[in-house]
């Protein structure tokens, strides 16, 4: 079946190291491609998106993301975390079919950054 | 606040009983979603919009779910003889299309409404 993996369900880190989620997708053709994050208390948010150009996407907060098109991946990195990216952090892939761009989400990584 | 808004925030029911929700989307977008997210996964697609034609709904949305956009500007979506398995966030996200892009823009959600059935 088509999907959206997140290899990662817990993640905990120190602040200051080194962050990397790892986002597969089994879609052909043509993706766009996103991640989320939800905040405690909070809804979703974009940390960021591809739909086309430089695979190197960078995002809010320092996040940025790398699409892989023969790996079908879209990787989630952060150089330095910090206690406030304590989150939820998920994938997403849309693309044109029946369902208009709905989103197909992985199941999320839960990250905790310690202080 | 110029967001998707959605209302209630919390809804407890018991079994049988039926619920509506409300989800007020971004002013000018014209698509709408709504999405079911249960604990420990991510969202999952129930049904879109675009104006006020409903254009796909999901397998997941059985027919005890129905969903409305009467003047394409805000949704409500119902369910009938709620079950303790229809417990669960639903979550309502808008978007746009700008210009000649062959692409909708990102999807923007709302706070979703926490759905617990007794």
């Known amino acids: 079946a088509q999907s959206v993996s997140q290899h990662n369900h817990h993640v905990i880190l120190s602040e200051a190291a080194s962050l990397e989620l790892g986002c597969n997708y089994s879609?052909?053709?043509?993706?766009?491609l996103f991640w989320y994050v939800q905040y405690p208390g909070q809804h979703l948010q974009l940390l960021l998106k591809y739909f086309s150009g430089d695979p190197l996407v960078k995002g809010i907060k320092g996040f940025e993301a790398e699409f892989i098109k023969s790996k079908f991946s879209f990787n989630l990195r952060k150089p330095s975390v910090q206690w406030s990216d304590t989150a939820e952090y998920f994938c997403a892939v849309s693309r044109l079919s029946n369902s208009g761009y709905a989103l197909n989400f992985g199941k999320g990584t839960s990250l905790l950054v310690t202080p | 606040d110029t967001g998707v808004s959605q209302d209630p925030r919390h809804k407890i029911t018991k079994r049988g009983q039926n619920v509506t929700f409300r989800c007020d989307p971004i002013?000018?977008?014209?698509?709408l979603y709504w999405y079911r997210q249960t604990l420990g996964q991510g969202p999952e697609f129930l049904t879109y919009?675009?104006?006020?034609?409903?254009?796909?709904k999901s397998r997941l949305l059985s027919d005890r779910f129905s969903a409305e956009r009467p003047k394409g500007s805000f949704s409500t979506l119902e369910i009938q003889r709620t079950e303790q398995g229809d417990s669960a966030m639903y979550l309502c996200a808008s978007s746009f299309r700008t210009g000649n892009t062959l692409y909708y823009n990102e999807q923007f959600f709302g706070p979703g409404t926490r759905l617990t059935v007794l």
């Open positions: 919009f675009q104006n006020e034609a409903q254009l796909e």
């Open positions: 002013s000018e977008h014209n698509r």
């Open positions: 879609y052909g053709g043509t993706v766009n």
